[in-house]
């Protein structure tokens, strides 16, 4: 009876373990077979690359707007020359220092030696004298002379008669202080003549004959330059 027992207990053992095995390697198959069509399955799709993230960028202010190009200006024309640079004129050359001029009264033997000095710049003179007369101009631009510019002229006559030559057509005629030129006093007055005005010093010379030293247009109170030139009077 035991051995009867045995038997079927071997025999029941042996056929759970043949139900057992046969379970595990169905199992393992099934799950071999379903791991190959996940692998093929996963093979037949595209790959994704990763995503990586760009770091954001730091926010700028917006540049500001370019300035416009200025308009190009006009080239600018020269300037003119200055008067202060007088232009060159062979008849009027510079009257700068010591001048010295002979004075001759026409129709006669007088003759007066005249020295006059003038300022470094702005004097001129005519380069030939007329006959008896010396002429002196403050003006920026001896190339442009006329007669009715400022002056100062002096001029030697035989008396007073030839002095006052004109004397009638002088307009509103002054009588004015003498002035002594290097001891010589002359007499002054001033008039209208020929739409000019004059201030004029004149008297008989030591020497024979009259002087006549006429200004117009020239500035002669005390610490001008036109006063300067006529306290530089000397004759010799």
Do not use: H
Request: aromatic share 10%; proline share 10%.
């Amino acid at each position: 009876m035991k051995n009867l027992q045995r038997t079927l207990a071997a025999a029941l053992a042996a056929i759970l373990l043949a139900g057992l095995t046969a379970c595990s390697a169905g199992d393992v198959t099934k799950e071999v077979d379903s791991g190959l069509a996940e692998l093929k399955s996963q093979a037949a799709e595209p790959a994704v690359e990763p995503q990586t993230e760009t770091p954001a960028q730091p926010k700028t202010d917006p540049e500001p707007a370019a300035d416009p190009e200025p308009a190009a200006t006009p080239e600018a024309e020269p300037e003119p020359t200055p008067a202060s640079a007088p232009a060159e004129n062979p008849n009027y050359p510079s009257a700068a220092g010591l001048n010295t001029q002979t004075l001759e009264a026409f129709g006669t033997d007088y003759t007066l030696v005249l020295n006059v000095t003038c300022p470094d710049t702005g004097w001129y003179k005519p380069a030939t004298n007329s006959f008896g007369d010396f002429k002196l101009f403050p003006t920026d631009d001896p190339s442009n002379i006329f007669s009715g510019d400022p002056r100062i002229l002096f001029e030697l006559q035989r008396d007073l008669d030839k002095i006052n030559y004109y004397y009638d057509s002088f307009e509103n005629v002054e009588e004015l202080a003498p002035r002594t030129f290097d001891g010589v006093e002359l007499a002054g007055r001033t008039y209208k003549n020929v739409g000019m005005w004059w201030t004029e010093y004149y008297g008989e010379m030591p020497t024979g004959g009259w002087l006549s030293i006429r200004i117009s247009g020239v500035d002669i109170d005390p610490g001008t330059e036109g006063d300067a030139v006529l306290s530089s009077i000397t004759f010799g």
